[in-house]
């Protein structure tokens, strides 16, 4: 990235031209010039990066001129800081917002090569576990389209998040490199270094206005190297930055122990230093709580910091404009040590005095909260926190003293309340509350759905919401239709476009103009074609991928996610389980055909959800070799579920499960692309299906189960699932089968646990939604029969599904929050 602006407008020639010969020239040219090979030996690989250099050229006269803008007008930016970036492959996302797409398949198609296929081979950077870390990535799309000068900051981990294996139905996780061959698309910036320290003492000096300051004396010292790579929005208009941090080993450290003759010591320094962004933590909603992740993040916000900080000043802009150029999004706690990296930046680094330094942290930072569960919101034991951040432990005691003391005095607040909001938590081991410092530390607090964001008010944060009442706010999440429309759904696209204009490609909302033809015959006819040919292409990957047949005209009934119980895979395997029974016990009724579809990692050290991967594949395996059930029920468990997959299996959906227990998922972001992939949703009032609901309209979407409220009430009383066990004869039947080994022959006590936990209390009341779980599965059996009702419905969930769209979520946050 260019850090001072060109004096003159250099002549550069713009690469603007496309045509497809002149595509094919510049392939040429890198696969020569900048990979070495010649077009009779080059690989697939080979191809690949150079189709990727050539469209990297294109994106970088742009990406220059934004940040030269930047530069010139020295606006606001706003920096993105988030643990996690799940990015996937990139080549058709910058291709098709650049509007490359079909002169370079020509020109690749003049040389030969197939594009499906070397776009097939770039690997997905999966930076991230599940939802939170693609909402990252959305992000940076739709920042770049709204033309907001942004940065996403992160850690480029060497391995990404693991790859899953089956093993005989169990998950096995393997090491995933997607760096392998390199990665074409980012650049090494070797002088945008910072040193980040660790460890060590205090030392008090005396300041120039006799007033002590502080000065951290580090332990240890790494080196953090910034890889840049371009976030191209759409029509490619503008171009920012997503800048991860890489770990190095501080040179002199090495060299100081080579003289000193220990190269064991100092290899062993620098593989200290680099394994700290070495692996992806793979726990999705709850802390790992190890101190090579409390490490990784004050790595990456201390890198982030003291970058953002040194590009502020270089402007010529004084510290106390910090807020007024500069909003820092926290995307939840992972980042939250950075409110007191900054203060240290401000009160040690530049003078600033402290009750001035936090007026500028507080204004500067806002954070989004993705969690209700206590157990989920990150804390630190504060032995932990201190001997790594010694300094920082003690901005945090001035921090809250200050905090509290305004509590007690000037609001009133009792014990109780103090105990509620103060950073340490003090109820057993001493702990540092990560929400507590992002909260207090942020001018604004949002939630990720309109329900969530009313919940967050209630529990977590209910007493700092007393105190500071204005700050908690809602954005309700989206995903970028670019992606999760035009990219992995063309046919789609080219129909809506056909029959209401391109509007909709720059205004999702636009998509409203569907509404029209919801009852068109002949509109449903090419729209159900449409999705007969994404399940075609599903049906053919699960052929070739795991050798079993599904057929296309069944319906498509899928729940692809991290496997979690508050997720409730287990209630739709369950119901799996019951409608096989009845489909036995009931041959002569009229069965729906339907594929039950699931995909999902777990995290390694998740016992239950693992099993319940097994459960999932056992299941399988009975029901798919069962003839009674042949051609009605199947059910398939793909592995390695990650957003290229999600790519194939959105847009062939019929029924999209979002069943998670109600108040439990914040928002989600799968259940909006499948809806505005033209599936109906089934699900509960949970996260963002309460305002789906709203704008698709009740009768567009099949709702069931228990509310949040009720959840709540029942588990404050003391849920009892025994009442839901008898009254229901189907439950009874599966649970018992489960339990008692019919689905594992080789280990009949396999599951004996896992369901004893929905006897005994079953605290995601899977019991306790069963029945109208399967009333529901049987309503929309009854949608499925009239053809002409389903497609209705689900042109209508496309139709009405625009506001979703993340660039509604992100002018939300710009109008709200950053104001840049
Ligand atoms: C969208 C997405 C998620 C989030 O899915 P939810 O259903 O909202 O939990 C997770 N992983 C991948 C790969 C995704 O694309």
């Known amino acids: 990235m260019i850090k001072t602006p060109h004096k003159v407008d250099l002549p550069l020639p713009k690469r603007g031209v496309s045509d497809p010969d002149a595509l094919a020239a510049e392939i040429m040219d890198k696969l020569t010039y900048s990979i070495g090979k010649d077009a009779k030996v080059a690989t697939p690989h080979d191809w690949l990066t150079a189709t990727i250099l050539v469209v990297r050229d294109r994106i970088i006269d742009t990406w220059m001129e934004s940040t030269r803008n930047t530069y010139m007008n020295n606006g606001k930016r706003v920096y993105y800081l988030s643990l996690e970036f799940l990015i996937g492959r990139l080549l058709r996302d910058a291709m098709s917002n650049l509007g490359l797409i079909d002169d370079m398949r020509q020109a690749l198609q003049s040389l030969s090569v197939e594009f499906d296929v070397i776009a097939g081979l770039e690997p997905d950077a999966a930076l991230g576990n599940g939802g939170l870390g693609r909402l990252a ?83 240890e010292r790494v080196i953090a190297t910034a890889y840049d790579t371009p976030a191209v929005g759409w029509r490619g208009e503008r171009v920012n930055t997503l800048r991860l941090w890489s770990a190095q080993p501080i040179d002199p450290i090495l060299l100081d122990a080579f003289n000193a003759g220990d190269h064991i010591g100092a290899l062993r320094e620098s593989n200290k230093a680099e394994s700290l962004t070495r692996v992806l933590y793979p726990a999705d909603a709850t802390p790992a709580g190890q101190e090579l992740r409390l490490r990784q993040e004050f790595f990456f916000c201390s890198a982030s910091l003291q970058d953002i900080v040194r ?119 001493r702990r540092l509350r990560m929400g507590n410092l992002a909260f207090i530390g942020s001018h604004s607090i949002n939630g990720v759905s309109a329900l969530h964001t009313e919940l967050m008010k209630e529990t977590v944060f209910a007493d700092l919401h007393k105190l500071y009442p204005t700050r908690i706010n809602n954005k309700t999440n989206g995903i970028t239709p670019r992606r999760w429309l035009m990219q992995c759904n063309p046919d789609l696209t080219d129909l809506i476009t056909e029959a209401i204009g391109p509007d909709f490609l720059d205004d999702a909302t636009k998509l409203k103009g569907l509404d029209a033809f919801a009852d068109d015959a002949s509109f449903q006819q090419k729209f159900a074609a449409v999705k007969f040919a994404n399940k075609q292409k599903l049906a053919s990957l699960v052929a070739s991928r795991m050798g079993i047949k599904i057929d296309p005209q069944a319906m498509f009934d899928i729940q692809i996610k991290r496997i979690h119980e508050y997720k409730r895979q287990l209630l739709n395997i369950i119901e799996t389980v019951a409608l096989f029974d009845q489909i036995r016990s009931h041959p002569e009724r009229d069965w729906v055909p339907r594929v039950k579809l699931f995909a999902g990692k777990a995290a390694p050290s998740y016992h239950n959800a693992k099993l319940i991967i097994k459960l999932a594949n056992d299941v399988a395996r009975v029901i798919n070799t069962d003839p009674s059930v042949r051609g ?104 018992s089968s489960i339990a008692s080994g019919v689905f594992s022959p080789d280990d009949r006590d396999r599951y004996a646990d896992l369901m004893q936990g929905i006897y005994q209390h079953d605290w995601f009341m899977v019991a306790a939604d069963f029945d109208a779980y399967a009333k529901a599965q049987r309503d929309v059996d009854d949608i499925w029969n009239d053809k002409s009702a389903w497609y209705s419905k689900t042109i209508r969930n496309t139709a009405r599904m625009g506001w979703f769209s993340s660039d509604r979520t992100i002018r939300q946050y710009n109008a709200d929050i950053w104001r840049a």
């Not at 680094?349 to 569960?373: C, K, M, P, Q």
């Not at 001997?387 to 003391?405: F, S």
């Open 137 to 219: 990535a959305c992000f940076m799309e739709s920042m770049a389209t709204v033309n907001i000068p942004a940065y996403g900051y992160g850690i480029r981990y060497v391995h990404g998040l693991f790859r899953q294996q089956m093993a005989d139905g169990w998950q096995v996780e393997l090491p995933e490199s997607w760096l392998a061959h390199g990665n074409p698309w980012e650049f090494e910036r070797r002088e945008s270094s910072y040193e980040v320290g660790f460890g060590g003492t205090v030392e008090t000096v005396d300041g120039p206005d006799g007033e002590p300051r502080y000065v951290w004396k580090q332990g």
């Open 632 to 735: 009605l029920l199947k059910v398939v468990f793909i592995p390695n579920y990650n957003v290229s997959l999600a790519e194939v299996m959105v847009p062939a959906a019929d029924l999209s499960e979002q069943i998670s227990t109600a108040g439990m998922e914040a928002s989600g972001t799968g259940n909006m692309k499948f809806a505005l992939n033209g599936a109906l949703t089934i699900g509960t009032l949970d996260g963002a299906n309460v305002e789906m609901r709203d704008h698709v309209g009740e009768e567009n979407i099949v709702i069931f189960g228990m509310t949040a409220d009720e959840v709540g009430r029942v588990r404050a009383e003391g849920h009892d699932p025994r009442a839901a066990i008898d009254a229901s004869r189907e439950l009874q039947q599966a649970l």
């Open 311 to 429: 590009r502020h000043l270089q402007q010529g802009n004084t510290l106390a404009q910090l807020p007024d150029k500069v909003a820092i999004q926290l995307n939840d706690t992972h980042p939250a040590v950075s409110v007191a990296e900054l203060m240290r930046l401000l009160v040690d680094v530049h003078g600033v005095a402290f009750d001035e330094a936090w007026e500028i942290t507080r204004h500067t930072f806002s954070y989004t909260n993705h969690t209700l569960l206590p157990e989920a919101l990150e804390s630190w034991p504060v032995p932990l926190f201190e001997r790594l951040l010694p300094r920082h432990m003690q901005l945090v005691y001035a921090i809250n003293a200050k905090i509290l003391l305004d509590a007690r005095k000037n609001r009133g607040f009792n014990d109780h309340e103090i105990r509620q909001i103060s950073l340490i938590d003090e109820s057993g081991d």
